[in-house]
């Protein structure tokens, strides 16, 4: 029987190789810093998203250890049991503050928080709608939910707009990235928001790759563009990126976050994180605040990486964001890169479908306010070589 079982997966597996999009992980062994460490070889990272720079930050470490000291290392149970302490209550508090809304509700992940998000708030008799190239955390909670799932042309209100109008009855739940994972792109959100509110639509935005990043004080993109809760009602954001910690959160008004702690599966339904990882979380907001150098640094070396890369002519998108896609014309040329990258001391990230659309592979570079200029100049001359 399991011999059977493992010749099929083994057939598959074969299959998957042989189109170039077989996926192998690669084993570090330090910690998330501008370098790391990979088979006894100490490479370049150009392919986390630590944007800030904080996910080895010692003033937050610091804080982890005393939230460990204070509370142990396990919550020991859901939010909706005994795991919700004053940590988590804290933190939400501020992420609320800095967001601009009334409440905020902490996720163990942005998967779980999108899952449970889209599932909390539309079912059978209503509509999801999604960019189409949203996040797969996104998407897979459009189809969870068993609304009725659509997608719309990547960027494209007037698509939106037709669909929406076309749509009948229910709840209509459009969801966006705010910046596009694979892309760097940014989402048109006043736009989007205006099509919303004229068809009756509920906008909700996945900041994961503009929260910490954008905006005057890091509040992200909806910090950046102006938008209030009326036009952005569902804000969500991750913790893992750009904050160097780990989770997600949701915010928006009093009866949206009452919603989901009632109806929210993926927040009812698992431990509440480990209460340190909110004390840690709150010290790295209150850098993400204060630290404005770092988003200036990032932002330098973005316009540093994006000349460089013109004058040796590689194909670059148009991404204003430390994430900054270099287009291949095949995937196993994604792949042949990346091994000589690699080869030459700079890790990126190969990504290949169903990550993104068909023919669309590319190297996934991203910058980070731990880069130096250096380092930046010396990942441009690698690509110049490969
Ligand atoms: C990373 C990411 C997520 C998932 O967040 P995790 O906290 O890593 O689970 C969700 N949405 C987008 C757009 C992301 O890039």
């Given at each position: 029987m399991s011999n059977s079982m493992d010749r099929l997966l083994q057939e598959n597996l074969e299959k998957r190789r042989l189109q170039h999009l077989y996926r192998?992980?690669?084993?570090?062994?330090?910690?998330?810093?501008?370098?790391?460490?990979?088979?006894?070889?100490?490479?370049?990272?150009?392919?986390?998203?630590?944007?800030?720079g904080l996910a080895e930050n010692a003033v937050i470490a610091d804080?982890?250890?005393?939230?460990?000291?204070?509370?142990?290392?396990?919550?020991?149970?859901?939010?909706?049991?005994?795991?919700?302490?004053?940590a988590h209550c804290d933190l939400e508090q501020q992420l609320a503050e800095f967001t601009g809304r009334p409440r905020a509700l902490l996720f163990s992940s942005g998967y779980m928080a999108n899952m449970g998000v889209i599932g909390a708030l539309a079912g059978r008799?209503?509509?999801?709608?999604?960019?189409?190239l949203n996040h797969?955390?996104?998407?897979?909670?459009?189809?969870?939910?068993?609304?009725?799932?659509?997608?719309?042309?990547?960027?494209?209100?007037?698509?939106?707009?037709?669909?929406?109008?076309?749509?009948?009855?229910?709840?209509?739940?459009?969801?966006?990235?705010?910046?596009?994972?694979?892309?760097?792109?940014?989402?048109?959100?006043?736009?989007l928001a205006d099509v919303c509110g004229k068809n009756d639509a509920w906008l909700m935005v996945d900041d994961a790759h503009g929260f910490g990043v954008l905006g005057n004080s890091g509040a992200g993109i909806v910090e950046q563009l102006g938008l209030d809760i009326q036009q952005v009602p569902i804000l969500m954001g991750t913790l893992g990126k750009a904050f160097g910690t780990y989770g997600a959160f949701v915010a928006g008004s009093e009866a949206l976050i009452e919603t989901l702690v009632q109806f929210s599966r993926s927040y009812i339904y698992t431990t509440a994180p480990p209460p340190a990882v909110a004390v840690a979380t709150s010290a790295s907001l209150e850098l993400v605040k204060k630290d404005q150098w770092r988003r200036d640094k990032l932002n330098q070396l973005i316009a540093r990486f994006r000349a460089g890369a013109e004058q040796i002519g590689l194909r670059l998108m148009d991404s204003k964001t430390p994430i900054q896609p270099v287009l291949m014309q095949s995937d196993a040329q994604v792949l042949d890169a990346n091994q000589k990258l690699l080869d030459s001391g700079f890790m990126v990230g190969a990504i290949r479908p169903p990550t993104v659309p068909e023919g669309t592979g590319r190297l996934r570079i991203t910058l980070s306010a731990s880069h130096s200029e250096q380092q930046v100049d010396a990942l441009l001359d690698a690509l110049d070589r490969c």
């Open positions: 192998s992980r690669v084993r570090v062994d330090s910690g998330c810093s501008d370098q790391l460490s990979v088979n006894g070889k100490t490479v370049h990272n150009f392919c986390s998203n630590d944007y800030l804080a982890f250890k005393q939230g460990i000291d204070h509370y142990g290392t396990g919550s020991g149970a859901s939010h909706l049991i005994s795991g919700h302490t004053k008799s209503d509509a999801v709608l999604e960019d189409y797969a955390s996104l998407l897979d909670g459009g189809l969870l939910s068993r609304a009725k799932f659509q997608r719309y042309k990547h960027r494209d209100c007037y698509d939106l707009d037709k669909k929406l109008s076309a749509s009948k009855g229910g709840r209509k739940l459009v969801v966006t990235d705010g910046v596009f994972s694979m892309d760097g792109d940014l989402a048109p959100l006043p736009q």
